[in-house]
């Protein structure tokens, strides 16, 4: 025989083997598919009642794919920007308990927009660690790195952002990852292109902080870097098979996030189709991120562990607007919600979310009960059988396995959001308490969601709405001052919850004094 042949049917059979190891593991392995920036809407997958002009627009197959094989949640939650809900995802905390409330980047400095009528808080800038002694952090132990004490393989893959530069937790082996590609502290990317090298070191003129690391072998390609990170995460997942061992992998791609780099693989389609540059340039940002999607469901069929491997899509805050991206400014990128990343109101933190379970989920099955992102903590650690577990933080999620098995939700739960600062989208600075920014929901707020009804209320001026989700999920009709008692009790519940985590409020410049809590206003 060849002897190139016979290594290959060797190393064939040695994968064969490893595999039939990991079958005798009754454990799932389980995907986390994580999407920046994503909307609501930004896909083909209807998540409304009824097909919408924008579900049209897209082509996603492969998240239509992985619905029609198990769930799809259309009241699912994160925070309204990254940081924030990837420390809640990795910590099982609130926002408003682990208090990184922004998002983060530089060791020791605050990323606030300049406000002249508000001083912020001085939150956790520095993020979430794994260990103490850092300040301006909340300590936590990841529920990843409880996978891997419990015998799992965990590979993360793409964007991390959970902790400034040079602290721990800005590397994602500190968080329990055995595996890390391309994770750092920034939470953006300088460069899609591999010709631009990703912008690493600074190439072709970049941002050399958002530079993604790592993808040096696609440099002076046309690789697009969600098809690099794709590739060696199925490089990843094969070189998993000699662990023996259940995996889990964090796919978190820096896609949809701008720049809206031209991926042309796409691109043209849209163009034919009448988009203007700027939407074919993001739609095709986003049907590359629904093909990765595919690629790894197409992997896991083709070596036969796709029935023993638990999938969940999820993106990290809403979809940009075309508010924030400058062109229109009545915010209808996300329509029909209200507004977009960096919001309360929904368009900013409801997210598409599917999982797929075999034996478990529903296949073609839709979940409307609600849930949020630290509710993945809890839910995760269950599917992997971990129930005894002791950690230094609060865990605040709540699994969301039962709603899987067809259990109810408890009607009696609420969720909270807290955002004490003033998020901006670049080149915007301008537009910071202004009318139009505060009808987008771009001030200092916070957010209680209880059955239909939801409450936001602004730090800086005291203004409450009140909106019935199930007629009004635009939240377009402000029905306060119909309902007083409804604003009441939610006010006391959100407010008493915000100072039980010990959250945080802005301060008023001129006199010093903190701003009021929600049940404080009347």
């Given at each position: 025989?060849?002897?190139?042949?016979?290594?290959?049917?060797?190393?064939?059979?040695?994968?064969?083997?490893?595999?039939?190891?990991?079958?005798?593991?009754?454990?799932?392995?389980?995907?986390?598919?994580?999407?920046?920036?994503?909307?609501?809407?930004?896909?083909?997958?209807?998540?409304?009642?009824?097909?919408?002009?924008?579900?049209?627009?897209?082509?996603?197959?492969?998240?239509?794919?992985?619905?029609?094989?198990?769930?799809?949640?259309?009241?699912?939650?994160?925070?309204?920007?990254?940081?924030?809900?990837?420390?809640?995802?990795?910590?099982?905390?609130?926002?408003?308990?682990?208090?990184?409330?922004?998002?983060?980047?530089?060791?020791?400095?605050?990323?606030?927009?300049?406000?002249?009528?508000?001083?912020?808080?001085?939150?956790?800038?520095?993020?979430?660690?794994?260990?103490?002694?850092?300040?301006?952090?909340?300590?936590?132990?990841?529920?990843?790195?409880?996978?891997?004490?419990?015998?799992?393989?965990?590979?993360?893959?793409?964007?991390?952002?959970?902790?400034?530069?040079?602290?721990?937790?800005?590397?994602?082996?500190?968080?329990?990852?055995?595996?890390?590609?391309?994770?750092?502290?920034?939470?953006?990317?300088?460069?899609?292109?591999?010709?631009?090298?990703?912008?690493?070191?600074?190439?072709?003129?970049?941002?050399?902080?958002?530079?993604?690391?790592?993808?040096?072998?696609?440099?002076?390609?046309?690789?697009?870097?969600?098809?690099?990170?794709?590739?060696?995460?199925?490089?990843?997942?094969?070189?998993?098979?000699?662990?023996?061992?259940?995996?889990?992998?964090?796919?978190?791609?820096?896609?949809?996030?701008?720049?809206?780099?031209?991926?042309?693989?796409?691109?043209?389609?849209?163009?034919?189709?009448?988009?203007?540059?700027?939407?074919?340039?993001?739609?095709?940002?986003?049907?590359?991120?629904?093909?990765?999607?595919?690629?790894?469901?197409?992997?896991?069929?083709?070596?036969?562990?796709?029935?023993?491997?638990?999938?969940?899509?999820?993106?990290?805050?809403?979809?940009?607007?075309?508010?924030?991206?400058?062109?229109?400014?009545?915010?209808?990128?996300?329509?029909?919600?209200?507004?977009?990343?960096?919001?309360?109101?929904?368009?900013?933190?409801?997210?598409?979310?599917?999982?797929?379970?075999?034996?478990?989920?529903?296949?073609?099955?839709?979940?409307?009960?609600?849930?949020?992102?630290?509710?993945?903590?809890?839910?995760?650690?269950?599917?992997?059988?971990?129930?005894?577990?002791?950690?230094?933080?609060?865990?605040?999620?709540?699994?969301?396995?039962?709603?899987?098995?067809?259990?109810?939700?408890?009607?009696?739960?609420?969720?909270?959001?807290?955002?004490?600062h003033t998020w901006i989208p670049t080149g915007h600075q301008d537009k910071i308490n202004t009318p139009d920014s505060l009808?987008?929901?771009?001030?200092?707020?916070?957010?209680?969601?209880?059955?239909?009804?939801?409450?936001?209320?602004?730090?800086?001026?005291?203004?409450?709405?009140?909106?019935?989700?199930?007629?009004?999920?635009?939240?377009?009709?402000?029905?306060?001052?119909?309902?007083?008692?409804?604003?009441?009790?939610?006010?006391?519940?959100?407010?008493?919850?915000?100072?039980?985590?010990?959250?945080?409020?802005?301060?008023?410049?001129?006199?010093?004094?903190?701003?009021?809590?929600?049940?404080?206003?009347?």
């Amino acid at each position: 025989m060849n002897p190139e042949r016979f290594l290959i049917s060797i190393a064939g059979v040695m994968t064969s083997l490893s595999v039939m190891a990991q079958k005798n593991d009754t454990r799932p392995n389980i995907v986390l598919f994580m999407v920046d920036d994503m909307g609501w809407q930004d896909t083909s997958l209807p998540f409304a009642n009824d097909t919408t002009p924008l579900n049209r627009r897209f082509h996603t197959p492969n998240m239509e794919r992985l619905a029609d094989m198990g769930t799809r949640f259309t009241s699912a939650y994160a925070c309204s920007i990254s940081s924030p809900s990837r420390c809640s995802l990795m910590t099982g905390m609130n926002q408003a308990r682990h208090r990184v409330t922004n998002w983060t980047l530089r060791l020791n400095q605050a990323t606030d927009a300049e406000n002249s009528e508000v001083e912020m808080p001085d939150w956790n800038y520095n993020g979430i660690q794994p260990v103490g002694g850092i300040n301006n952090t909340a300590v936590a132990t990841p529920f990843v790195e409880l996978l891997r004490q419990n015998g799992y393989h965990t590979i993360h893959v793409g964007k991390a952002h959970f902790g400034a530069q040079g602290t721990p937790s800005a590397d994602p082996t500190a968080m329990g990852f055995d595996v890390n590609i391309a994770g750092h502290a920034a939470g953006g990317l300088a460069s899609y292109l591999g010709e631009d090298h990703y912008g690493f070191d600074g190439y072709n003129g970049k941002n050399a902080e958002f530079g993604i690391p790592g993808l040096e072998k696609y440099w002076d390609t046309d690789t697009f870097a969600t098809e690099a990170l794709t590739i060696e995460a199925l490089k990843a997942l094969e070189e998993s098979t000699t662990s023996h061992k259940p995996f889990f992998l964090y796919m978190s791609h820096y896609a949809v996030h701008v720049p809206l780099d031209k991926d042309s693989r796409y691109y043209d389609k849209y163009r034919s189709e009448g988009l203007d540059d700027l939407e074919a340039r993001y739609a095709a940002l986003i049907e590359g991120m629904d093909k990765s999607l595919g690629d790894l469901l197409d992997y896991l069929q083709r070596t036969g562990q796709l029935e023993r491997t638990i999938v969940i899509f999820m993106s990290d805050n809403g979809g940009l607007d075309f508010y924030s991206r400058g062109d229109a400014p009545d915010g209808k990128h996300n329509y029909p919600l209200r507004s977009g990343k960096g919001s309360t109101f929904e368009g900013g933190i409801r997210e598409p979310m599917i999982i797929y379970w075999n034996g478990v989920t529903v296949p073609g099955s839709t979940i409307d009960d609600y849930l949020i992102i630290e509710d993945f903590y809890p839910s995760i650690l269950e599917m992997a059988g971990i129930s005894d577990y002791h950690v230094p933080q609060t865990i605040d999620g709540v699994s969301f396995v039962p709603l899987l098995r067809g259990e109810k939700a408890d009607p009696d739960r609420y969720l909270i959001w807290n955002s004490p600062h003033t998020w901006i989208p670049t080149g915007h600075q301008d537009k910071i308490n202004t009318p139009d920014s505060l009808r987008q929901g771009y001030g200092q707020s916070c957010a209680i969601r209880q059955g239909d009804w939801k409450l936001i209320y602004f730090y800086n001026n005291g203004w409450k709405g009140l909106y019935n989700l199930n007629d009004d999920i635009g939240e377009d009709r402000n029905v306060a001052s119909v309902h007083p008692e409804i604003v009441n009790r939610l006010s006391s519940l959100l407010g008493e919850s915000l100072r039980r985590m010990d959250a945080q409020r802005p301060t008023f410049r001129a006199s010093g004094r903190p701003c009021p809590w929600v049940d404080e206003i009347f």
